[in-house]
RNA sequence: GCGCUCGUAGCUCAGCUGGAUAGAGCAUCGGACUUCGAAUCCGGCGGUCGGGUGUUCGAAUCACCCCGGGCGCGCCA
């Protein structure tokens, strides 16, 4: 259930009913649990706007809530709050029906879905993915798995940067300094090689240059030397691209690098002229936005034409726009993308709406990864650390925490368990706070197994499982029906109450971090209950049938989130 | 110079778009394993929310001005 927007509309119900007022109730969940569970705010600005005194408008109120059978009792607090606390049995009601949704765990489906098209990951061609990477992949694709939960359409395109001046520079090197063998078996490695070397040779010698612009044209005619060359690179990076998506277990629906606009590029140009959207300046075709206000004061212009006449990453991108909008139909286009390229976003938007888009169209920004000295994180000789090998890293530490805490698994599942609980930890790091801002990435507090980390939401729920095991349990057989009495049980129960509205949130602001809380929120109540509350040997078949079907609920929502992260779970670890 | 962004407990961070006495984790101190997994739980300590002014019933949150950090700014992506 939503249960914010159920209260939402019973506030807004109460205030026309006793007030004849149309006002947003502005239901919050409290701060603190001695002013209930929940409290209506919005009769303090009515009564600004009537110009009444709030708690006289806020009794009525009260009473008119205090009717309904999910309020046990509705305050008039402080200035003119309304505080309301649930009534047990109500809420035991909702979650026994969440409890029979198999499908969806009561979480329901936004009433209009969209069709929203998610931009994110975008390696390079020829190069490894490094921690760059890292976080446009998992906070892409959790967003995607938290809007296609709320009920959403969602494509998941990988915009490859597998196009563009490096490859005339790559093909030449090639022909130059190339090795075939290097190339089959490290494709990656041989390709870095080489491009590092050409780069050096054009920089000395200015022919070369020219034979890397020459060979790009080549490319960009339609050569079909080049060209083969040219997919033998994109082919071979692909496979060691999947090696790293694999075990990160992302997919995606589409893989439309720059390369597939490159047709549609002239024609872009020529249509934003043609609409008066850009024009020449210095040679080159930009578009200026003296008339957005937002924009006005940067000078900087988007360039979709170079004076020499090569096209540029801006002209892909809307090349890129018009073809979510022509071929996908698209209601939303989405990109996750570093903060850094706000601007560039900015104007691309802009552009969009100069071109009528509807398309609602957002830049989902992250901040940087960070090592412990504040600074962009690297290797301790200053170079970029690679996606791979920082996933090494994480599952050989994962399996030595592991090993040094003597924990209950058995030496050949250490492997798949130390695969999930590191790059869990990973994931979880980067996804639990709020991306805007940079995050400063720590070994030991990731694979601590303490606190707000992977561990600790994956041990929370192979303990519930380890219940179910040591009672021979289905807990697929678990019905209840809910009876909350004791603290602990309420307070659990309250808390899984809200997954919906958290769900729904979340991928409303594209947030992922507000389902990393909460869950960690539910870990530590079912923590607290399993302390507080036997389970399989509590005092009365009732009590034990509630308590069995609480950690059933427990468990689905935690492994649904766990999933909605990205992170895997694990029975036994 | 212009623009964006951040500043909350010793450290790492939340704070639901204006609500009540600002919350977590880590660290630290003190308790709890003969009962379902102690990778756990219970409790204590810890704050002029960078500073100031304003908007109003009410500000960490909104506006403006300072201070301090990070980042971006014509033909790279």
């Known amino acids: 259930m939503r249960l914010e927007r159920f209260l939402d509309e019973l506030g807004s119900a109460a205030l026309r009913d006793a007030l004849g007022a149309e006002a947003p109730a502005v239901v919050r969940a409290t701060a603190d649990a001695k002013h209930g569970d929940f409290q209506l705010n919005g009769v303090l600005p009515l009564a600004k706007q009537l110009k009444k005194a709030p708690r006289d408008l806020a009794t009525p109120v009260a009473a008119a809530l205090g009717k309904s059978e999910a309020i046990e009792k509705a305050e008039v607090a402080g200035p003119g709050f309304v505080n309301l606390t649930l009534r047990p049995e109500w809420l035991a009601a909702r979650l026994d029906e969440d409890l029979r949704d198999v499908a969806r765990d009561g979480v329901p489906a936004v009433e209009r879905a969209q069709r929203i098209v998610v931009d994110f990951s975008s390696p390079n061609i020829a190069k490894q993915m490094h921690v760059g990477h890292l976080r446009s992949t998992i906070i892409g694709a959790s967003i995607i798995a938290l809007l296609r939960y709320a009920g959403h359409e969602v494509i998941g395109d990988n915009h490859l940067g597998d196009w563009g001046t490096q490859f005339g520079m790559l093909i030449a090197g090639m022909r130059h300094f190339g090795s075939e063998d290097a190339l089959a078996t490290d494709a990656i490695g041989e390709l870095e090689r080489i491009y590092r070397l050409a780069s050096e040779r054009g920089k000395a010698d200015p022919k070369f240059g020219d034979e890397a612009r020459a060979e790009l044209a080549k490319l960009q005619s339609g ?313 399989l040997k509590a005092d009365d078949a009732g009590t034990r049938a509630s308590r069995i079907a609480l950690c059933w609920l427990t468990q689905r929502q935690l492994g649904r989130g766990l999933a909605l992260l990205g992170l895997s779970t694990i029975d036994k670890m």
Not at 410 to 416: A, C, G, K, M, R
Not at 475 to 482: I, K, N, W
């Open 223 to 535: 050569d079909p030397e080049s060209r083969a060359m040219w997919e033998r690179f994109v082919a071979t990076t692909r496979v060691a691209l999947d090696a790293v998506y694999a075990r990160l277990g992302v997919t995606f629906e589409e893989w439309l690098g720059e390369s597939a606009y490159d047709a549609m590029l002239p024609g872009v140009v020529a249509m934003l002229l043609e609409k008066g959207i850009a024009r020449e300046d210095d040679g080159a075709i930009c578009v200026f936005f003296d008339d957005v206000p937002e924009l006005a004061k940067v000078e900087t212009p988007f360039i979709v034409r170079k004076r020499d006449g090569a096209f540029m990453y801006p002209t892909t991108d809307v090349a890129t726009l018009v073809y979510r909008r022509d071929h996908f139909h698209a209601d939303r286009s989405i990109y996750v993308v570093d903060v850094r390229q706000g601007l560039h976003f900015k104007q691309l938007f802009a552009v969009g709406r100069k071109l009528g888009m509807t398309m609602r169209l957002e830049h989902i920004g992250f901040g940087t990864v960070l090592g412990d000295d504040g600074k962009p994180l690297k290797t301790r000789d200053g170079k970029v650390i690679t996606l791979a090998s920082l996933l090494d890293e994480a599952e050989a530490r994962a399996a030595t925490r592991i090993r040094e805490e003597g924990l209950e698994v058995p030496e050949e599942e250490i492997l798949s368990v130390s695969r999930a609980v590191g790059i869990g930890a990973v994931k979880y790091a980067d996804l639990r706070q709020n991306r805007l801002s940079d995050y400063q990435f720590d070994w030991d507090k990731m694979i601590s197994f303490k606190g707000n980390a992977g561990p600790y939401l994956q041990y929370a729920y192979a303990r519930v499982g380890s219940i179910f095991r040591k009672g021979a349990l289905d807990p697929a057989t678990a019905s209840g029906p809910l009876l909350l009495v004791a603290p602990e049980e309420l307070a659990l129960a309250k808390q899984l109450a809200r997954f919906g509205d958290v769900v729904h949130d979340a991928a409303e602001s594209c947030e992922p971090h507000r389902v990393c809380d909460h869950l960690f929120s539910i870990a530590r109540l079912f923590s607290s209950f399993y302390e507080a509350c036997p389970v």
